[in-house]
T-cell receptor, first 111, second 115 residues
Framework: GQNIDQPTEMTATEGAIVQINCTYQTSGFNGLFWYQQHAGEAPTFLSYNVLDGLEEKGRFSSFLSRSKGYSYLLLKELQMKDSASYLC????????????WGLGTSLAVNP | KAGVTQTPRYLIKTRGQQVTLSCSPISGHRSVSWYQQTPGQGLQFLFE???????NKGNFPGRFSGRQFSNSRSEMNVSTLELGDSALYLC??????????????FGQGTRLTVV
């Protein structure tokens, strides 16, 4: 089967750094996405990785290792507004190509 | 540029009824995907449409159906509603073909409650 695993919950302190891991097993691979979803709102796009390595975008960075089926989202200089659910999704391959989603990691940022 | 618009935002229906949800994608986007989101199951893929054709379908019963119009607007229909259909239904639009391309833009969702 196809599955995406990420921790259910994480807690961090304002100003700190947090790393949210994601491991995946899918039928083929066409890219990995990270989305942020605040309670009661729509998911919003954070990052996309299709090649191995680190993609940096401001306070957020995302890393991918295709050989290990592994990604992480790194959030630096945490702010209270970063408290949200972070969703990892993989675009699989083949004729039935679609996004496979993890259940999300609920991050609580404390003062 | 307007975002993805879903209507209605909230809906309460009775078991056995049917419901139609609407999604207007971002102008120029031809791909529309529908998802069901529940706390226990996360985001579950329902189906994807591109240029009025269903390109992909998830593992949902036949009570769930959809369509896409020539202006790329999409509707999904759920017949014979069950309590377990209570969820947030999200629509996402993109430019990709046979997939969501490199980014999917989500609407605010329709919160459906079945009583």
């Amino acid at each position: 089967g196809q599955n995406i695993d990420q921790p259910t919950e994480m807690t961090a302190t304002e100003g700190a750094i947090v790393q949210i891991n994601c491991t995946y097993q899918t039928s083929g691979f066409n890219g990995l996405f990270w989305y942020q979803q605040h309670a009661g709102e729509a998911p919003t796009f954070l990052s996309y990785n299709v090649l191995d390595g680190l993609e940096e975008k401001g306070r957020f960075s995302s890393f991918l290792s295709r050989s290990k089926g592994y990604s992480y989202l790194l959030l630096k200089e945490l702010q209270m507004k970063d408290s949200a659910s972070y969703l990892c999704a993989v675009l699989n391959a083949g004729n039935n190509r679609k996004l496979i989603w993890g259940l999300g990691t609920s991050l609580a940022v404390n003062p | 540029k307007a975002g993805v618009t879903q209507t209605p935002r909230y809906l309460i229906k009775t078991r056995g009824q049917q419901v139609t949800l609407s999604c207007s994608p971002i102008s120029g986007h031809r791909s529309v995907s529908w998802y069901q989101q529940t706390p226990g199951q996360g985001l579950q893929f329902l189906f994807e449409y591109f240029s009025e054709t269903q390109r992909n379908k998830g593992n949902f019963p036949g009570r769930f159906s959809g369509r896409q119009f020539s202006n790329s607007r999409s509707e999904m229909n759920v017949s014979t509603l069950e309590l377990g259909d209570s969820a947030l239904y999200l629509c996402a639009s993109g430019t990709g073909t046979g997939g969501m391309g490199t980014e999917a833009f989500f609407g605010q969702g329709t919160r459906l409650t079945v009583v």
